[in-house]
């Protein structure tokens, strides 16, 4: 098991920047594939991001790919999410989520999750 905290949302205009950050205590951290996803009002969860182990190997979704860089400190347990040019678009509470199993988009496939940081993109 595993507990997440998530933290480094706020409001930033367009094209602006954000970190965020997520922290894990518990067991074997290392060992879990981390995700970040987010959801905004009224839609499901989407994948946004994950990592295997290392930040070795990363995916992310297209609509955040050369925006958005993901990485993994496992001596500090610690995640980051590093957000640029950001759009209105990209408004959502933001979710670190840890998963046993094999790299995944999907979140049924992540069994821990955060309480999320809500990320606010004025236009």
């Known amino acids: 098991q595993v507990q997440l905290v998530e933290s480094g949302g706020g409001l930033v205009q367009a094209g602006g920047s954000l970190r965020l950050s997520c922290a894990a205590s518990?067991?074997?951290?290392?060992?879990?594939?981390m995700g970040w996803f987010r959801q905004a009002p009224g839609k499901e969860r989407e994948f946004v991001a994950a990592i295997k182990r290392s930040d070795y190997i990363t995916y992310y979704a297209d609509s955040v790919k050369g925006r958005f860089t993901m990485s993994r400190d496992n001596a500090k347990n610690t995640l980051a999410l590093q957000m640029n040019s950001l759009k209105p678009e990209d408004t959502a509470v933001y979710y670190c989520?840890?998963?046993?199993?094999?790299?995944?988009?999907?979140?049924?496939?992540?069994?821990?999750w955060g309480q999320g940081t809500q990320v606010t993109v004025s236009s």
């Open positions: 518990g067991r074997a951290f290392s060992s879990y594939t």
């Open positions: 989520a840890a998963a046993t199993g094999i790299i995944s988009s999907r979140s049924s496939d992540y069994a821990y």
